[in-house]
């Protein structure tokens, strides 16, 4: 079964500065998605950006870049030029199945704290 | 607007009673999920369905159950077989093909 791991509970980052968030997965499948979400105190869940397992390229959104190692089972988010509203929980999530069923596995999730 | 629409936004139940979550979306999305959150275990699938009629077990799936009439509703029902109620809980879609889920506000349940 696939599984995705976040082992930073918590991470802090000053504002202006870089930061990054970790995540691995494990699978035996070839052909897949990434995701991470962001979550505020809102809890309204928030797509940050996503990945597809056979694109080679890195996705980037604005401020947002992923490192999407593949071999390694890595994809870790980096935020840039952090801001005081980039502090929430961010969820790595996987998207697994094929032929129309799909389901999506998400980690434990990061809190990240952005000092001023 | 188009979107999705959790109800109630928080919930008390007694121990014992069934208590039923509502998801509504007008996004004409083919899927719909069902998610748990618990702080420190990030978000678990309960029921998912694809098509009308048709649902599978996520990976928590004891003490709920769910139905799917219609594309734009995915009900779940907390029995009073779950022994940990209280949560909050997240009712998700994704139209066929997007390949990204897209999320409700949330339903906070507390079981007193």
């Known amino acids: 079964a696939q599984t995705v791991t976040q082992s930073q509970p918590e991470m802090s980052v000053q504002e202006a500065e870089t930061v990054t968030l970790s995540c691995t997965y494990d699978t035996s499948e070839s052909d897949y998605y990434l995701f991470w979400y962001k979550q505020p105190p809102s809890r309204q869940m928030i797509l940050v950006i996503r990945q597809e397992a056979y694109k080679q390229q890195n996705a980037t959104e604005n401020r947002f870049s992923v490192n999407f190692q593949k071999a390694a089972k890595s994809f870790s988010l980096k935020i840039s030029d952090s801001q005081l509203g980039d502090a929430a929980m961010y969820f790595c999530a996987y998207r697994t199945g094929s032929s129309g069923t799909y389901k999506y596995i998400f980690g434990t999730g990061t809190r990240l704290k952005v000092l001023a | 607007d188009g979107g999705i629409t959790q109800s109630p936004k928080y919930l008390f139940r007694k121990e014992g009673q069934n208590v039923t979550l509502s998801c509504e979306q007008n996004?004409?999305?083919?899927?719909m999920y069902w998610y748990r959150q618990d702080p420190g275990q990030g978000l678990r699938l309960i029921y998912y369905?694809?098509?009308?009629?048709?649902?599978q077990k996520g990976d928590i799936a004891e003490g709920y159950s769910v139905s799917r009439e219609k594309k734009e509703s995915f009900p779940l029902t907390v029995t009073s077989a779950q022994k940990n109620p209280t949560a909050f809980y997240l009712c998700a879609t994704s139209f066929r093909g997007a390949n990204v889920l897209t999320f409700g506000a949330g339903s906070r349940l507390t079981v007193l």
């Open positions: 369905s694809q098509i009308v009629n048709d649902f």
């Open positions: 996004l004409n999305h083919d899927a």
